[in-house]
Nanobody, 117 residues
Framework: QVQLVESGGGSVQAGGSLRLSCAAS??????GGWFRQAPGKEREFVAQICWSSGGTTYADSVKGRFTMSSDNAKKTVSLQMNSLKPEDTAVYYCGARYSNAGSYDFWGQGTQVTVSS
């Protein structure tokens, strides 16, 4: 059974930091990603790492503030979030997919991140 389990969300003041982690079990994926959804908005891309290419990509809104990493066994991805802003407030979802392109195949349950001003 495939499972993605996020952890690390919480509340922080603007300028603070949080680290999210996502542990995958059941199968090995080609790419892992982080997405977020704020109230009343659609889910949006935050960051992605694909192990075959070694490349990591970020949304413009988080470049220079967020860093995504993964362990060597490709079973855990993390998102270090620094210099957080109130507009980063959202439910953050971990996703995984088998291919290097296209839609994501699996999602975690989400973890709330709240940044107060």
């Amino acid at each position: 059974q495939v499972q993605l389990v996020e952890s690390g969300g919480g509340s922080v003041q603007a300028g603070g930091s949080l680290r999210l982690s996502c542990a995958a079990s059941g199968v090995t994926f080609s790419c892992g990603g982080w997405f977020r959804q704020a109230p009343g908005k659609e889910r949006e891309f935050v960051a992605q790492i694909c192990w075959s290419s070694g490349g990591t990509t970020y949304a413009d809104s988080v470049k220079g503030r967020f860093t995504m990493s993964s362990d060597n066994a490709k079973k855990t991805v993390s998102l270090q979030m620094n210099s957080l802003k109130p507009e980063d407030t959202a439910v953050y979802y971990c996703g995984a997919r088998y291919s290097n392109a296209g839609s994501y195949d699996f999602w975690g349950q989400g973890t709330q991140v709240t940044v107060s001003s």
